[in-house]
């Protein structure tokens, strides 16, 4: 698959809610995924430590009132997108946050994503 390729196929998983197929089809076994530093998740390495950040988040969320996703804007073998989410969380009450992601893509497979946003 092209970046370009990826990145739609990611965005329509995203948008149907399919985060955790989206790493079963998209992501390389040694993926690295950064959040902003000082953030619980920094780093995390490796496939399945990324679903595993996936589905914790996702167990952690109450309620999710909207979500959206932008179209990708693709440059060779990286690209970006915005999610915007307004979400009730078990522990910590209704938050509206705004992140662009960011994604590096190697023979056809999501290798790197790091993920911009305020924290708090």
Known sequence: MTTQEVANQLVKLCREGKNDQAIDEL???????REPKGS?????????AVKD???RWEESVQEIHSATCSEPLVADNHFSIVMDIDATYKEHGRIKMSEIAVYEVKEGKIVADEFFYRMG
């Open 27 to 33: 992501y390389a076994d040694n993926v690295v995924s």
């Open 40 to 48: 619980p998740m920094e780093l995390t390495e490796g496939k399945a």
């Open 53 to 55: 950040k996936t589905l």
